[in-house]
């Protein structure tokens, strides 16, 4: 059974930061790659970042050089720090295993998300 719950979202300015945190059960997220997600409203969930089990990081093109994702192996949690925010980073944030095509994560692994607001 597995389960995530994603906090650390919030209101910011353009330009501000946020610190996203993910806290996974029923995974080990040091033997598997995982993923932060976001949907912003009207659009598909889409993938945001990803972290190997050897550390290896990729992001989609809109946040490279802005995001970055880490990992807590002893605490089983996932990070995603976000600087240099931008109002089309509006979004629900999630975390989940990473998969090449979203849809093949199960529908009851999605946590509720934390939402992120920047304001222009």
């Known amino acids: 059974q597995v389960q995530f719950v994603e906090s650390g979202g919030g209101l910011v300015q353009a330009g501000g930061s946020l610190r996203l945190t993910c806290a996974a059960s029923?995974?080990?997220?040091?033997?598997?790659?995982m993923g932060w997600y976001r949907q912003a409203p009207g659009n598909q969930r889409e993938f945001v970042a990803r972290?190997?089990?050897?550390?290896?990081?990729a992001y989609v093109d809109s946040v490279k050089g802005r995001f970055t994702v880490s990992r807590d192996n002893a605490k089983n949690t996932v990070y995603l720090q976000m600087n240099s925010l931008k109002p089309e980073d509006t979004a629900v944030y999630y975390c989940?295993?990473?998969?090449?095509?979203?849809?093949?994560?199960?529908?009851?692994?999605w946590g509720q998300g934390t939402q992120v607001t920047v304001s222009s």
């Open positions: 989940n295993a990473f998969r090449l095509q979203i849809g093949l994560l199960p529908d009851s692994d």
């Open positions: 029923g995974i080990t997220v040091s033997l598997n790659t």
């Open positions: 972290i190997s089990n050897s550390g290896s990081t």
